[in-house]
């Protein structure tokens, strides 16, 4: 029933099409210039959908100091590429499906994979091609815990599916919370006051199943534990449904194409401060605009914008851009980011390395460990080359915390002809007690990653990029009956 809900959902959100908006009003004069400063998934969307509710004349400029993508990246080795950023998204993804539609790219299905547990002594659990025997075999560990996490998810996925409607009538909300709290009451938004662990024990599931499955998935997805939100939470469990897929020609190639399609002024350039500053109209009125300031080859430079969005991290531990001149301080998070090393590795995994003591070949294509493993591998996949049903050469892609070096590299493999590695600061270290910022942090400047701090996603960060560019639009345009929606509309499903 929960699925069919959904599927409903989707078939309403394609049929509304591109977001309703009202006029704006006839006194109220334009944004000349918006500023986006990041050109990963959440900048690209982010202009995308700016081009769409301000209109072809306001100019779009974006600041990128790396490659375009951020934090979607690939890897070359053996003369192929491989997904090495965000690789799958999840058959739900509403606004990744349209920009895939709307720049020609192709969706292809994410190869299925076996999935093994790791405890550390033993693989506690190990996946089988057939659906049948799969099922008996959590059924005689876990009792019906497997199926009572799936009910428990599909609930939780049908409210938040529910943020389409809202967007495609054009509200949007100044802050996570109140998104969640239109979308699911207050127990919604206590999905990320809690942890995962505390949510589904309350639900009746046994610590075994969130031990043994459900903290080794989040270790996949985030390298996190169970103490992690139970809305990250259900994002991770979220990757162990069927039919996810990925970008045929790259995930990376959706920012390039949007970017591109939205004719956008791209500035190669690294952002440093951002300036507050009171000037005068022709009217007399007195505005606040935006000076950005940033770094290209070693000179510096600036530009003046009326709009403001910032689509990168910004927390304590990554003080890269300064707020100056503003009346207040401006809100940033009092956290940091998580570390992920992913290693790309050309051959033959060592399963001895995991005790495995099979007489036969080693057929798990997806290996998963729990908290208690004590291995600094926190999981470990067979990765095909991009656009690819089946790879030349086995190639395992390996997430770890730190850096394998050569001594990790022998341990977990027979012998190997290529490697790659990459590190970056991927999302949020995750804890209930962290506070989610706002997505406003002056009057005309906005945070698009605030979303992070409730869950890590490409679909999050395009449903952040649709709200934010909504609410510069309704903020600007003084149309606050779209803004912060407190009564949760009585939608139907029906077409």
């Not at 959904?6 to 309703?20: D, E, H, I, N, P």
Request: proline letters at 4%; one cysteine or more; glycine letters at 8%.
């Amino acid at each position: 029933m929960v699925k069919f809900e959904l599927v409903k959902l989707l078939s309403l959100a394609l049929w509304l099409g591109r977001t309703a908006t009202e006029t704006p009003k006839a006194d109220v004069i334009p944004p000349g210039r918006i500023a986006v400063i990041g050109a990963g998934i959440g900048g690209a969307a982010t202009a995308h959908f700016l081009r769409q509710y301000f209109g072809r004349d306001v100019q779009i400029d974006v600041y990128e100091s790396g490659a375009v993508g951020g934090r979607l990246a690939k890897a070359t080795i053996s003369g192929q590429d491989h997904e090495i950023g965000a690789a799958t998204i999840h058959p739900l993804s509403l606004h990744m499906k349209e920009f895939v539609r709307l720049l020609g790219l192709t969706e292809h299905d994410h190869h299925s994979n076996l999935l093994t547990v790791y405890n550390g002594e033993e693989f506690v659990f190990e996946e089988s091609e057939w659906y049948i025997v799969n099922f008996f075999k959590l059924l005689w560990r876990y009792g019906f815990d497997f199926l009572r996490v799936k009910m428990w998810l599909e609930s939780h996925q049908h409210k938040f599916m529910r943020i389409y409607q809202y967007q495609n009538l054009g509200y949007s909300f100044t802050s996570m919370d109140k998104m969640l709290h239109v979308l699911g009451g207050d127990t919604f938004v206590q999905m990320t006051k809690h942890s995962i662990d505390e949510a589904l024990q309350n639900f009746g599931i046994s610590q075994r199943f969130i031990d043994e499955m459900v903290g080794p998935i989040i270790r996949l997805t985030y390298g996190e534990g169970i103490n992690v939100n139970a809305f990250v939470g259900m994002t991770s469990i979220s990757e162990t449904e069927s039919d996810l897929w990925t970008v045929g020609e790259g995930n990376e190639k959706v920012c390039s194409g949007l970017l591109y399609a939205t004719r956008v002024n791209l500035i190669k350039g690294k952002v440093t401060s951002v300036h507050a500053k009171k000037r005068p109209r022709r009217d007399g009125e007195v505005v606040t605009i935006y000076e950005v300031n940033y770094l290209a080859d070693a000179d510096t430079d600036y530009g003046i914008y009326d709009i403001v969005i910032v689509a990168a991290p910004l927390h304590s531990a990554n003080p890269d851009i300064g707020f100056h001149a503003f009346s207040q301080p401006i809100d940033v998070v009092r956290g940091r980011y998580q570390q992920k090393v992913v290693t790309l590795v050309e051959g033959h995994l060592n399963a001895s390395f995991f005790r495995y003591q099979g007489a036969g070949p080693f057929h798990p294509t997806t290996i998963s460990t729990t908290v208690t493993s004590g291995s600094f591998v926190l999981g470990a996949s067979v990765s095909l080359p991009v656009g690819s049903a089946e790879a030349p050469a086995r190639v395992w892609k390996v997430l770890s915390s730190e850096p394998l070096g050569e001594e990790g590299l022998r341990g977990l493999f027979r012998s190997h002809t290529a490697v790659r590695q990459a590190q970056w600061l991927a999302h949020p270290r995750y804890s209930p007690e962290d506070r989610v910022p706002p997505f406003v942090l002056h009057h005309q400047l906005y945070h698009l990653n605030a979303i992070e701090w409730a869950a890590s996603t490409l679909e999050m960060m395009a449903i952040a990029a649709k709200n934010v560019a909504l609410l510069a639009h309704h903020r600007w345009f003084q149309q606050l009956d779209k803004v912060d929606q407190d009564t949760p509309l009585n939608l139907k499903l029906e077409l």
